[in-house]
C-alpha cells in the first residue's frame, strides 16, 4: 500500500473516531448503507462543526484537486460561513422601517410634520377666492373664519394633499401595506404594484394613478379609518358593501373622492366652526372624512344605489357635507357609540360576492371631479 492510501485511511479512521465522540449513546445504524446518514440525523450542526466533523469530511485527499467547483457549492460554503454571524434580532434593535410593521396614523402624520415640504406648499390655495356678490353674501351670511392659530395646521392638510405617492420612501410603503392587512386581514407583505390593489378599489396595479387630487390625504384618511378600532369596523363593512353583488363599487376610489369632498369643505371654510370650536383641525377633517363615507354608505344600500349611480350621489353627497358638516359629524358619533356597546351593525347585513367581486378598472365609475359644476351628469373613468 503507498503513501497516499495510507494517509488517505488515516484520515478516514480519524472522521469515524470523530463521529462516534459526537454520536456516543445514538442508537446503532439499521444498514450498512445509510450508517453515516443515520449517524448524524438529529445532531445539531453546531456540534459538528465544533467536533470538526465537517472539517474532517470536507478536507482534500492529498494530492487529490477537484477540477470545477459549481456555483451550488460555492453558494453553500458561503451560507456555512456566515451561520457563526447570524445574531437573533431583539425588540430592541428592530427597525421602526422593517418591512411587515403597520403603522399608526400618528406617526405617518409625524412624518410629515418634519420633513419639508415648502415646494408642495407653494402650490396650495388655501380658501376659495370669491368676488362680487358671492364674496358679500360670504362675508354677511358664511360660516366665520378660521382662527390665526390654526391657519398653519390647516395648511398643513392641504399640503399633504399636494404629496404624491413615493414608492422610495419606506413609510409610503409602509402605509400602503397597513391597509391592505387591515381590509383584508393578511399578515404578510405584498407587493406595491399588483392587481391586488385593484381588489381593495383602486382602479389600477398602481394605487399612486388614482389619487388625483387628493394625493397622500386620500392614503393617510384610509389609515386613519383602519388603524382606529372602532372606525375598523365601519371601514370593514363598507368594504363590504363595496363586494356587493349587485351593489359593488371601488373602495378605495370612492374614498379619494371622500377626501376630496373634505379638501374643498376645508377651503371653503364649512369647517371653519367645528375647527374653532374643537381648536384642531386634523381631527375634525378626519372625522368630516369618515362622517361623509358613512353617509355615502348608508344612502348607497337604503337606495339600492349602483355604480351608474355614483357622479349623482357624490354630488349630492358634496353638496348636503358642506351644508351640515355638523349634521354629519353627529351621525358619526352615534355610529361609533353603537359600535363601542357592541351593537349590530348599522348599515345592515350585506350579501358579500367575495373573491367574484369585479375589479375596479371594470366598473365604469364617476367621481366628484368629473362632473360640470352645475350639473350631475359626466361618464368619465377617474
Not at 362675508?139 to 399640503?159: A, N
Not at 355604480?307 to 353638496?319: N, P, R
Amino acid at each position: 500500500m503507498n503513501e497516499n492510501s495510507c494517509s488517505f485511511h488515516n484520515e478516514r479512521e480519524l472522521r469515524d473516531v470523530q463521529v462516534e465522540s459526537v454520536c456516543a449513546g445514538c442508537p446503532p445504524p439499521y444498514d450498512k448503507d445509510n450508517s453515516a446518514l443515520r449517524a448524524f440525523r438529529g445532531i445539531p450542526i453546531s456540534e459538528l462543526k465544533n467536533h470538526g466533523v465537517l472539517q474532517a469530511l470536507t478536507a482534500e485527499v492529498k494530492g487529490w484537486e477537484p477540477g470545477v467547483v459549481s456555483t451550488e457549492v460555492l453558494r453553500a460554503q458561503e451560507e456555512w460561513e456566515a451561520v457563526d454571524n447570524i445574531q437573533a434580532e431583539t425588540g430592541s434593535q428592530a427597525s421602526t422601517d422593517q418591512p411587515g410593521q403597520l403603522i399608526s396614523f400618528s406617526e405617518a402624520l409625524q412624518h410629515f410634520q418634519t420633513v419639508d415640504l415648502s415646494s408642495f406648499k407653494k402650490r396650495i390655495r388655501p380658501t376659495i377666492r370669491r368676488t362680487g356678490l358671492a364674496a358679500l353674501r360670504h362675508c354677511l351670511f358664511g360660516p366665520p373664519k378660521l382662527h390665526q392659530g390654526l391657519r398653519e395646521e390647516r395648511d398643513l392638510v392641504l399640503t399633504i394633499a399636494q404629496c404624491g405617492l413615493d414608492s422610495q420612501d419606506p413609510m409610503h410603503g409602509r402605509v400602503l401595506q397597513t391597509i391592505y392587512k387591515k381590509l383584508t386581514g393578511s399578515k404578510f407583505d405584498c407587493a406595491l404594484y399588483g392587481d391586488h390593489w385593484e381588489d381593495l378599489g383602486f382602479q389600477g396595479a398602481n394605487p399612486a394613478t388614482d389619487l388625483r387630487g387628493a394625493g397622500f390625504l386620500a392614503l393617510l384618511h384610509l389609515l386613519y379609518l383602519v388603524m382606529d378600532s372602532k372606525t375598523l369596523l365601519m371601514a370593514q363593512e363598507i368594504f363590504r358593501l363595496s363586494r356587493h353583488h349587485i351593489q359593488q363599487f371601488p373602495f378605495c376610489l370612492m374614498s379619494v373622492n371622500i377626501t376630496r369632498i373634505a379638501i374643498q369643505a376645508l377651503r371653503e371654510e364649512c369647517l371653519s366652526r367645528e375647527c374653532n370650536r374643537q381648536q384642531k383641525v386634523i381631527p375634525v377633517v378626519n372625522s368630516f372624512y369618515a362622517a361623509t363615507f358613512l353617509r355615502l354608505a348608508h344612502i348607497w344600500r337604503t337606495q339600492q344605489k349602483t355604480i351608474a349611480d355614483s357622479g349623482f350621489v357624490l354630488k349630492d353627497l358634496e353638496v348636503l357635507a358642506k351644508k351640515s358638516p355638523r349634521r354629519l359629524l353627529k351621525t358619526l358619533e352615534i355610529y361609533l357609540a353603537g359600535v363601542s356597546k357592541g351593537q349590530a351593525s348599522l348599515l345592515g347585513p350585506q350579501k358579500s360576492c367575495g373573491t367574484q367581486a369585479p375589479h375596479s378598472k371594470d366598473l365604469t365609475f364617476t367621481g366628484v371631479c368629473d362632473l360640470p359644476p352645475h350639473s350631475s351628469e359626466g361618464t368619465w373613468l377617474i
